[in-house]
């Protein structure tokens, strides 16, 4: 008798089935690429916006009351955040969901781009909306003397306060989700 290798079994057609639409689904995160390069063409936008609120803040400062010019400042910290929240979500989103992307060729990379997970992103994305909600806030209080509504001034306040609880909470069950996890009992 002669001894012959096991030649390897050709797949049946259902597991052949079952890999080509494995990778249909793993294939299909390129969908996303089209949503994140909107993204990038939003942030366009804002800076058409960032630059029309500079240029009225500028040409209206001789002007304006000191209030007024805080109020600007405001709005274009405002349209920044913003900005940055875009980022935020066209980087981490796109390494975490489409492809890695590979910072060796761009010295000036920031390190925090390939290292947000799903978790840091949701941290990041709710520590931003809470920052945008403040100012819109704080942009409200400034605006007292103009006459505001009181009614809208308590929307905003408790819009922002619950946008404040659920980042801690988040937060919280980030956390507490990760220390159960990892096995680690001493943070208990």
Do not use: C
Request: glycine share 6%; hydrophobic share 50%.
């Amino acid at each position: 008798m002669t001894d012959q290798p096991d030649l390897p079994k050709s797949p049946s057609p259902v597991k052949r089935v079952e890999r080509g639409f494995e990778t249909l689904l793993f294939n299909s995160r390129w969908l996303m690429a089209p949503f994140y390069f909107g993204l990038v063409l939003s942030l366009l936008v804002l800076l058409y916006k960032f630059v029309v609120l500079l240029a009225e803040l500028i040409l209206h400062a001789s002007l304006a009351k000191e209030s007024d010019i805080i109020l600007g400042v405001l709005s274009l910290i405002d349209v920044s955040l913003t900005g940055n929240l875009v980022l935020i979500v066209v980087f981490s989103g796109y390494e975490n969901f489409v492809s890695r992307i590979d910072p060796r060729d761009h010295p000036d990379w920031p390190e925090w781009m390939t290292k947000v997970d799903f978790a840091g992103l949701k941290q990041k994305l709710l520590a931003s909306i809470v920052a945008i909600s403040a100012i819109q806030v704080l942009k409200a209080f400034m605006n007292l003397d103009a006459g505001y509504d009181p009614t809208r001034l308590g929307w905003l306040v408790g819009i922002h306060l619950v946008f404040v609880v659920s980042t801690l909470l988040m937060a919280l069950s980030d956390r507490w989700s990760g220390d159960h996890g990892s096995g680690d009992k001493a943070g208990h």
